[in-house]
């Protein structure tokens, strides 16, 4: 079998993976956010060559390491966000588009910027954005310190963008008052975190979550860091 056939996308099988992680995670979706997901990784493999979005190949392992692993977020952002319907989301070093335009599909009540400074992936996510129609999804092609302070979102995510001290140093200046940061993490990541106390002492609440990807045999972690308020 040669390599170009045994790495071809199978839009039927990403379909029936999806939907047996979807049952396992107990997440109901409407048909068409599943086409959207499907249609999604389609662009995503039909690209690859072009714009060196990832380096999974195999239809199975894509479902698992990029939608399921997306997905399984969702229910804890719901949470943090259940008093902001229309939420503003920041997704830095974005890459292909991921956790951001999963969850532009997902939840199209959410205002999604996704930030890169590699420009052909930037270039990849607005070719998505058109295709797909997805009217909550904006694509900036940049760095998040170069973001105006006046830009505020209510949650910023990262998927192994950077450690975590970086990430809340390059990134806090656009963090909508009462927001949170979400980092996306494999192994648990307790060195990051001792870095994160110890450059900024008590400024941060550390939340570490431990999250279960169906169909995936690696760890998975979410840390939620929100500030911790004081007393004039």
């Not at 079998?1 to 993976?17: C, G, H, P, V, Y």
């Not at 380096?55 to 949470?79: K, N, P, Y």
């Not at 450690?163 to 979400?182: D, I, M, R, Y």
Request: contains cysteine; negative net charge.
């Amino acid at each position: 079998m040669n390599k170009t056939a045994s790495t071809r996308f199978d839009a039927i099988q990403a379909r029936e993976l999806l939907c047996a992680g979807l049952a396992e995670m107990s997440l109901t979706i409407k048909e068409g956010q599943i086409n959207l997901l499907i249609d999604y990784l389609s662009l995503m493999a039909k690209w690859n060559p072009v714009y060196n979005l990832t380096a999974i190949r195999q239809t199975s392992e894509m479902v698992s390491t990029h939608l399921l692993d997306s997905l399984t977020i969702i229910d804890m952002f719901d949470q943090w966000l259940t008093n902001k319907a229309e939420a503003k989301i920041l997704d830095v070093g974005t890459g292909g588009g991921l956790p951001g335009v999963v969850l532009a599909i997902m939840r199209p009540q959410w205002s999604l910027t996704l930030i890169d400074p590699v420009h052909k992936k930037t270039a990849f996510l607005q070719q998505v954005k058109t295709q797909l129609q997805l009217d909550n999804l904006t694509v900036i092609n940049g760095k998040v310190e170069d973001l105006p302070s006046e830009a505020r979102f209510d949650l910023i995510t990262s998927r192994a963008f950077s450690s975590l001290v970086n990430f809340v140093q390059l990134s806090e200046h656009v963090l909508q008052t009462g927001g949170c940061f979400a980092a996306m993490k494999g192994v648990f990541p307790i060195e990051e975190m001792d870095a994160l106390r110890e450059v900024f002492a008590d400024q941060w609440q550390i939340e570490p979550h431990e999250i279960h990807v169906p169909q995936l045999n690696a760890e998975r972690h979410l840390v939620k860091i929100t500030p911790i308020p004081h007393n004039p």
